[in-house]
């Protein structure tokens, strides 16, 4: 009886090993370890058996059982991988195909260059402010020294609505707006970022409509070394840690003194080159110290307070930043243009 | 200005500085130098010549065979084709060897048989702009005058070494609109002394009163009048250097008298007028406004109509120059001129700029009368001209000046505290050094340690207060020695409004979704203004703000609407085979309800929209998806969900836009917006595809803003989820259904959601199916099955009650 439990150990160990699926192996279970199968029958002529043999193929048989089980179920888990690696397989993919598109927008590059700016003002403790694009002609120009016979006016070309009403032709405005809206102890600390108008025809370098940023800070005791460290600190942050600013006259009815502000050329590094043409700068804004009138007649008292303005292009920022030759491009609003700004 | 630097070496010492060093201190300190501009490229071998014989060309009808001496051993013979070409001038040859400006080389050549060795130049070879060419040798080449020496080098007699620098005047500098006030200007900057030209002045016995008298009739309007006379001239071309001066300044010779008044003008910056005084016909000058509809002839033969704004010069009868702009042609100098009424005066600033607005007459006169003169160098400038005329036109001029003065010509004074500029610019000069900037400026001064009393002279009209002096010792100090501080004091927290915190929200979401800001323009024409206008806009009947005087006809009136110029925008892109576009704005509309404006109109921040062509595509999996209804109700849907506010949509007629496509937003049960599908005729009209748009009044989702969310616990209990279809008529709404849904499951029913629209097989003609998903639950408790049938029931009911619809099985 020992040799044919052995046997038969043997010739199923062989069948599982040959097994190739799972439907063979279970029938091979079936076959050696259920209830008709050669195991079985093989231990039913146990009872023919001595005192002494029984426990001695008993244990043997257990044995036999046992390892039969275990291969088997080694063989089960060795075909279940190679199902599932098959089942892999066949499900693999053309990973280089495109992905589903996710629709992407973005803002308009002078909305990214505006709120940059912010940003960085904001950062130095300034709000934001904004006023109305229809101005009355005293906030745009009285106010702003600019009584209604100065010379001054012919360098801005307006559009009137009535004699009284115009559409302003700079943030300026705000300015005034923004000191006549505080009470006259209140230091004032704000930039305005907003559309303006002038009347000109339409070409690369001209439009009708535009964008201008105007800062102004009104405080007792502020000092024009003061607007030269808000401008440097600005044009670092905004151009590069590298970049040299230089203040030279100018005019602006609102401010005495008036500067413009250069920054030193990223292209040529100060030397010259055809985008500064040859002097190395670049004009970026125009500031100067508050004008007393303009004080005063916001009621601020000039012997008290003093102040700083500045203003600058959006456009003229990115012109030079990005290369933009036309300045319509901002305006006619291509599909082509907008998406190159998303991630600038 | 155009600034000749051998002009300006007159008056201050710039030896030794290159034109560009120069331009660039001048930058940096006072005014904007725009360019630099040299004369005449270089030229070499161009020396003075004397035509000692000149003869027809023996082959050559047109040439001349000229023998030339050029202060060699030997004479050069010439060809040249000139037709003023004669014996006995002095002429500018180029030599052989000689390079010309285009790098132009002189070589010997044959002619026509005959040998040519150089060649006799126009001022034009020479490098000299053809417009500034004095119109008697613009056909020819350029002949000296007697006294130049034979073989002298031509280029510094014809000043082509010269560099002019292009001045980009500031309104407030207009004592720079002189070469004196540049050469103040420029020795301030290089701490150097100004010469200034000789002022004497030889006259005859007869003094001009036996002469001419003059009246001013408006003091106000003419303070100063001054007139004198020059008798016996004889108008010829003005000398060589005069002619170099006033070319490279830009302004072309003519003759003796008037070039001698060009050259005191930038001289002096004190425009001067010659009359020939036999053609007055009078003895006297009356000074006077214009009589309405009076005429004149101007100097360029204009007959301009006159109005009282007008100030005119009359021979006591008829105008004979409008005052500080033109002369009248009825008094110009002329070659037969002998006796010279030469005019020096003052005109008030404003009366001529009124003038020049009316004519559109703009003159270097009348450029430098309404940005203002210098009130004590009229006179001068009259002396200087005299005397030029003495000595140019062989003129003798008389006695005495008679002039009409009522000029104020005192200086302004004002009170400097030096301790106060060193708060102002952040700096520490002391006042030995400020009083050094002063007299670098030209400015006398009082002082009492740092009190200074600064008497400002008249050439500096814009200096009148102490903050004027402030950016005068700022500059000559140096903006570049200003010291970098950053404000002390008062600090306070900067930053974004809530509202201005909003619109970013508002952008990031839409730009999130895949929607591309765009930035139009908010003047629009007449045919796109009243397109498209919001519905609860239109209400109020607003009228379009229209410009006075537009630019052109597409920008006129201030937008109604964002919608027509963005979708301009989505036409262009269109145009140029972009034709799937997704576009947001945000801007001001402008509202009132005035016809003529009187005070500032409503401007009302929108956010609008526009779609069109594939929201989605994704070819290879066969998934294209193109923009329609849903896809913008969806943006909007999520928009507000993102703002947590509730807002109705409504079917809508709203004309331009899609009749059955088209619905309001609603707030509150206020409209604030619409959206949908264009009308197919606008979409036509505007060269269009299927395009939808929406249009939301941002100020009041800004008034229903909170940035505090709308907090809810998270559940504890579990959900209960029914499902229900119904079989309804075909223009039964799905969402008013939905709201019944929800008003009566109320308040356990928390989530209503359409899951399935079916219409066709099964389903009987006109009716269609809706699947509703809806959600149980109870805040404080499990549902109980019971409960949540009972509820489940009575909508069903009640839906059948409302819109005759039953349930599908
Ligand atoms: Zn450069």
Redesign the pocket.
Known sequence: MKEELQLLEKEAIEKIEQATDMKELQSIKVAYLGKKGSLTSVLRGMGKLSKEERPVIGELANKVRETITNAIEQKNEGLEQAVLEEKLQKEAIDVTLPGRPVPTGGPHLLTKIVEEIEDLFIGMGFEVREGPEVETDYFNFEALNLPKDHPARDMQDTFYITNELLLRTHTSPVQARTMKAYDDSKSVKMICPGKVYRRDTDDATHSHQFTQIEGLFVDKDVKMSDLKGILDTFAKKLFGEDRQIRLRPSFFPFTEPSVEMDIS?K??NG???S??KGS?WIEILGAGMVHPNVLSMAGYDPKVYSGFAFGMGPERIAMLKYGIKDIRQFYTNDVRFLKQFHNA | MLVSLNWLKNYVDIDGISPEVLAEKITKTGIEVDGIEYIAEKSSNVVVGYVESCEKHPNADKLNLCQVDVGDEENLQIICGAPNVAQGQKVAVAKPGAVLPGNFKIKKVKLRGVESNGMICSLQELGIDEKYVPKDVAEGIFVFPNDVIVGESVEPLLNLNDAVLEFDLTPNRADCLSMLGVAYEVAAILNQPVKLPDESLETSEDSVRNHVEVEVEDPELNPYYGAFLIKNIEVKPAPLWMRNYLMAAGIRPINNVVDITNYVLLEYGQPLHAFDYDRLNSNKIVVRQAKNGEKIITLDEVERSLTEENLVITNGQDPIALAGVMGGANSEVTDQTTNVLLEAAFFNPSSIRRTVKQTGLRSEASTRYEKGIDPNRVKRAGIRAAQLLHQYAGGSVLDEVVEFDALDRDEKVVSMDADEINKRLGTEITNEEMGKILNRLGFNFDQNKSDFTIYVPTRRGDITIFEDMLEEVARIYGYDNLPFTLPQGTSQAGGLSDEQRLKREVKGFLQGTGLMETTTYSLTNEKLIRTLVSPEVKEMEPQPVELAMPMSEDHKYLRLSILPELLQSVAYNRARNQSDVAYYEIGSVFLTKEKELTTQPNEQLRLAGALTGKWLEHPWQQEVKPVDFYVIKGIVEGLFDQLQMPVDFDQAIIPDMHPGRCATISMDGEVIGFLGQLHPTLEKEMSLKETYVFDINMEAVIGAYSNVPNYSQIPKYPSISRDVAFIMDDNVKAGDVKEIIESTGTPLVKQVQIFDLYKGDNLPEGKKSVAYNLLYQDPEKTLKDDEVEESFQKIIQTVNDIFDAYVRF
């Open positions: 050329c292209v040529c030397d010259g080159c985008v500064c190395g």
